[in-house]
C-alpha cells in the first residue's frame, strides 16, 4: 500500500532517535509529497485546520520516478503553492488525472475558492489524459474566487482538452511565466482549448493577464480570453512562441493598457473565419476582419464610467480612449506557404457562403487606433516583421503531415471543421500514448521539439526589444534564471549568545566558504535552540532601489534534523520602516536530510520586484540551525536597467509608461551632470508612498520600475529632484 511520508514527521523521528536531546519540532509551512502514496487530492484535502484553511502553505512534489494522481477536485478556500523540485536533468514531477473506481476521471485539478487568495504553481508537468489515454473536457484550474492571484511558471501542460484555467470570480489576476502549453486539441470543440478565459456561463471582467517567456503550441483556441462585462486592466503578452492553433491567438480587445512585444506568431488562427460565422463567433464588438494584433475601443457603457471626472464633457467617450495605452513591438509573424495556399484553394471551390476571411496581422480598425495619435496618443507600434523563423522539419510537418501518434496533420483538421466532417481526430506534435500494459509511464524529457523549435533565422535571433531572440528563447538555452549578484550581505547581528565556540557573534563577517560540521562555529550566526521559536532577521542595504528578482541562502542544519522544521522568509523595502514578503526560500536539495554541509536555499520570483532593502527572516525551533552566505540577484536578461548610457544634453523626466498602470510601470529621467537624485511617489493627499531613488548618481540615463501591486487605484504623483532640476508627473493606477 501506498504511503505519505511527510517531513515533518519524518524529521521528528530522526531526530528523536539520533539527538534525542535536541527533539525537532513538527511544525512546518512546507509538506513534503511523494507519489507513491494517496492521491493529491486526498493527501491535501486532508490537510485542513478545523476552519478549513490549509494546515500547510507549500506542498512539495519531489517523486521523479512515477506520475502524481489526483481522483478528485482539490478544493481550496486559503492560499497555496505546489511546487515541484526538479530533477538532475530539470524534467519536472508529474502530474495526472486516475481512474475512480467507477472507472471515471476527474475534469478539474485544482479549484481556488477564496477571494483575495493566491495560488502559485511552479515546476510541475500536468498531462491531461488518465492513466488509461482516456480523456475529458477537463482543466487544470478554476478560480472561483474575487480578485485572486494565480501564478504559473516553469510548468508543462500538457493533452489537456479544456481550458488550463478557467475563472468565475471577478477581477483576478494571472501570471503566466516560462510555461509551455502544448497539444490541446479537442476532435470537435476548437474553442474549447485555451490557456486563460472566463469560464461560461460568466463573462466577467480579469484585472491583469501577464504571459511572458511561454511557449502556446498546438492548441485549438486562444492564448487568452477575458471576460467582456467590463475591459480588462492589464494585458501583456511578451517573449511567447504562439505557434499553431486553429483560431485567433488572443480574444483580447479591450484592454485599458496592453503590451505585445517579442512574440513569434506561427500559423495563427489556421480555421481562418468563414463568412457564413462573421462576425459573431471572432469579433465580440466592431466588425472587422480577425487579425492577430485585434484592438478595439471601448462600448459606451465602458467609456462613460473610465473616468467619472469626464463624464460631462462633449467627447467624454475620446477622452477615455486617450487614457488607453498599447505596445505592439518587435514581434514576427508568418503564415506558411502550405496553409495560404489551402486558404486560397478553399475559397476558388466553395460557395460563397462557406469562402474564408483570412486573418492579417493588423485589422483596419486596430491600424487606425495606432497611427490616430490624436486619439489614441499612447499606442505605438514599430519593429513588426513578416520572416519565417525557419524552424525544423519535425516541427513544420505538424500543418501537413501529421505523426505518428495517430494525430492527423493540421490542414487535414481544418479541411473537417469546414467541412462539417469532424469526428475523433485530433492533431498536434508527437502527442504522448498512455501504455497498454499498464507499466509505469513518465513523460518524454527533454521536450522531443526542443531541437527543431530553435529557428534558424539569425536575424531574430538577436530583434527581440532586449537584444534577446525573438519568442520564447528558452529553446535556445536561455533562460530568465541567470541572476546576476546585486548584493552579499556585510554583517549581521546573531541571535545566540557568544561562547568559546563563537567568538564574533556578533557583526560576523558573510563569506563564500562553504562549511561542514567541523566548522559550524566558525563562521555562520547560529539560530536555536531555544524552547520557542527562535527568530533572526538580517537586512541587507543594496544601497539603491533596485529591480531583483531572485534571494538565496547557504544555510546548514543539524544532521538527521533537515530544513523543515526551519524556514527563512523574505521581506522587500523601499525604505527601511515597511517591508513586504515577498515569499520564502527552498531548498535545492530538499531529500538530503543528512547533508552537513551547506544547502543552497532559493527564492525565484515570477516577475522583478523594487527593493532598497532586503530583509532574512529565519525562524528556527528546537533544533540548531545556521546562516552563511546571503545574496540578492537581479535577473541578468529581464531585470530592469538602471546603469547610466550615453550623457544627456539636459536634465529630463519621461511620461512614465504604460500609464494607466496595473500593476508595474516604467520611469525614465536623465541627470545632465553627478548630483544627488531623489525620486518619490506621492499621493493626490501629498503623501510619500514610495521613493525610488535617494542616492548621489552619475549624470546618464535611467530607468526605474514601480510596482504599486499595494497601492489603491488612483492618481499618483511621480517627483525628481536632482541637483537645481526639479520636476513631477502625474500617472494613473488603475486596478
Known amino acids: 500500500m501506498k504511503k505519505i511520508l511527510t517531513t515533518a514527521f519524518f524529521i521528528a523521528m530522526v531526530a528523536f532517535f539520533i539527538t534525542p536531546a535536541k527533539l525537532s519540532a513538527a511544525g512546518s509551512d512546507t509538506l513534503v509529497v511523494y507519489a507513491n502514496g494517496p492521491s493529491l487530492d486526498v493527501v491535501i484535502g486532508s490537510d485542513t485546520t478545523t476552519g478549513g484553511v490549509l494546515a500547510h502553505k507549500v506542498y512539495k512534489l519531489v517523486s521523479l520516478d512515477t506520475t502524481y494522481l489526483y481522483l478528485g477536485t482539490i478544493s481550496v478556500k486559503s492560499d497555496i503553492a505546489i511546487v515541484g ?8 514531477p508529474c502530474v495526472q488525472p486516475g481512474l475512480t473506481q467507477s472507472g471515471s476521471m476527474p475534469a478539474v485539478f485544482l479549484t481556488l475558492d477564496a477571494d483575495h ?59 503566466v511565466t516560462n510555461c509551455i502549453i502544448r497539444n490541446g486539441v479537442h476532435p470537435t470543440d476548437w474553442f474549447s482549448t485555451l490557456l486563460i478565459a472566463s469560464d461560461w456561463p460568466t463573462s466577467n471582467p480579469a484585472d491583469s493577464i501577464v504571459i511572458k517567456n511561454s511557449t502556446i503550441f498546438c492548441i485549438d483556441g486562444y492564448a487568452a480570453a477575458a471576460g467582456k462585462l467590463a475591459p480588462l486592466n492589464y494585458f501583456e503578452l511578451s517573449h511567447c512562441t504562439v505557434m499553431y492553433n486553429f483560431v485567433a491567438p488572443t480574444s483580447i480587445f479591450m484592454a485599458i493598457s496592453s503590451k505585445m512585444n517579442d512574440n513569434i506568431f506561427y500559423c495563427t488562427f489556421a480555421g481562418a473565419e468563414p463568412k457564413s460565422k462573421y462576425p459573431a463567433w471572432f469579433e465580440s464588438f466592431s466588425a472587422d ?32 480612449e486617450a487614457k488607453r495605452s498599447a505596445e505592439a ?29 483570412l486573418p492579417v496581422w493588423m485589422n483596419n480598425r486596430t491600424k487606425n487606433m495606432f497611427t490616430d495619435k490624436a486619439h489614441w496618443p499612447n499606442f505605438n507600434e514599430s519593429g513588426n516583421v513578416n520572416a519565417d523563423p525557419g524552424y525544423g522539419t519535425s516541427v513544420t510537418d505538424v500543418l501537413t503531415s501529421g505523426n505518428s501518434s495517430g494525430a492527423v496533420s493540421l490542414l487535414t483538421y481544418v479541411a473537417e471543421v469546414l467541412n462539417g466532417t469532424e469526428t475523433t481526430d485530433i492533431w498536434g506534435y508527437k502527442n504522448n ?38 519568442g520564447d528563447y528558452r529553446w535556445f538555452g536561455l533562460t530568465n534564471t541567470n541572476f546576476t549578484v546585486v548584493s552579499k550581505g556585510d554583517s549581521y547581528t546573531s541571535s545566540y549568545a557568544p561562547s568559546a565556540n563563537y567568538p564574533d557573534a556578533n557583526h560576523t563577517k558573510l563569506t563564500d566558504g562553504a562549511f561542514c560540521a567541523t566548522q559550524w562555529y566558525a563562521d555562520p550566526a547560529e539560530v536555536g535552540y531555544n524552547s520557542d521559536s527562535d527568530t533572526l532577521n538580517i537586512v541587507i542595504d543594496l544601497k539603491n532601489t533596485t529591480s531583483v528578482q531572485q534571494f538565496m541562502a547557504d544555510l546548514l542544519y543539524e544532521p538527521g534534523v533537515g530544513a523543515y522544521v526551519h524556514n527563512t522568509d523574505v521581506s522587500v523595502s523601499t525604505d527601511n520602516t515597511t ?28 516577475t522583478p520586484v523594487n527593493a532598497r532593502y532586503v530583509m532574512f527572516t529565519t525562524h528556527s525551533k528546537n533544533s540548531w540551525y545556521f546562516v552563511d552566505e546571503l545574496e540578492v540577484l537581479a535577473a541578468s536578461v529581464t531585470g530592469i536597467k538602471n546603469q547610466p548610457t550615453t550623457v544627456p544634453v539636459k536634465y529630463a523626466l519621461s511620461n512614465n509608461y504604460p500609464n494607466p498602470f496595473n500593476p508595474s510601470t516604467n520611469i525614465n529621467f536623465s541627470i545632465e551632470k553627478s548630483s544627488k ?30 510596482n504599486a501591486s499595494k497601492l489603491a487605484s488612483g492618481v499618483y504623483i511621480y517627483r525628481i529632484e536632482a541637483g537645481n532640476f526639479v520636476s513631477a508627473k502625474k500617472m494613473i493606477l488603475m486596478k
Open 433 to 470: 500514448v498512455m501504455p497498454t500494459d499498464g507499466s509505469n509511464w513518465i513523460p518524454t524529457w527533454p521536450l522531443p521539439e526542443t531541437a527543431d523549435m530553435q529557428y534558424t533565422n539569425s536575424a531574430l535571433k538577436s530583434a527581440a526589444t532586449d537584444g534577446l531572440p525573438i
Open 289 to 320: 476582419i480577425s487579425s492577430t494584433i485585434d484592438w478595439d475601443t471601448l462600448t459606451v457603457a465602458y467609456d462613460s464610467t473610465f473616468d467619472p471626472a469626464d463624464a460631462q464633457s462633449a467627447n467624454w467617450r475620446m477622452l477615455a
Open 85 to 92: 523540485v526538479l530533477g538532475a536533468d530539470k524534467r519536472p
Open 329 to 357: 513591438k518587435n514581434n514576427a509573424y508568418f503564415q506558411p506557404k502550405a496553409l495560404t495556399d489551402f486558404w486560397a484553394n478553399w475559397n476558388d471551390t466553395v460557395k460563397v457562403l462557406d469562402s474564408l476571411y
Open 677 to 706: 537624485v531623489t525620486l518619490a511617489i506621492y499621493n493626490v493627499l501629498g503623501q510619500k508612498v514610495a521613493t525610488l531613488v535617494n542616492n548621489y548618481m552619475q549624470a546618464g540615463s535611467y530607468t526605474y520600475q514601480f
Open 579 to 606: 517591508f513586504t514578503q515577498v515569499g520564502t526560500l527552498i531548498d535545492d536539495t530538499p531529500g538530503d536530510t543528512t547533508k552537513t554541509c551547506t544547502h543552497k536555499c532559493y527564492l525565484t520570483l515570477s
Open 117 to 175: 487568495s493566491t495560488g502559485v504553481f511552479k515546476n510541475i508537468y500536468f498531462y491531461g489524459s488518465a492513466i488509461d489515454g482516456s480523456w475529458n473536457w477537463g482543466k487544470v484550474f478554476i478560480v472561483t474566487g474575487s480578485y485572486a492571484h494565480l501564478y504559473m511558471d516553469n510548468l508543462v501542460v500538457d493533452d489537456n482538452r479544456g481550458e488550463v484555467i478557467g475563472y468565475t470570480g471577478v477581477r483576478d489576476n494571472f501570471y
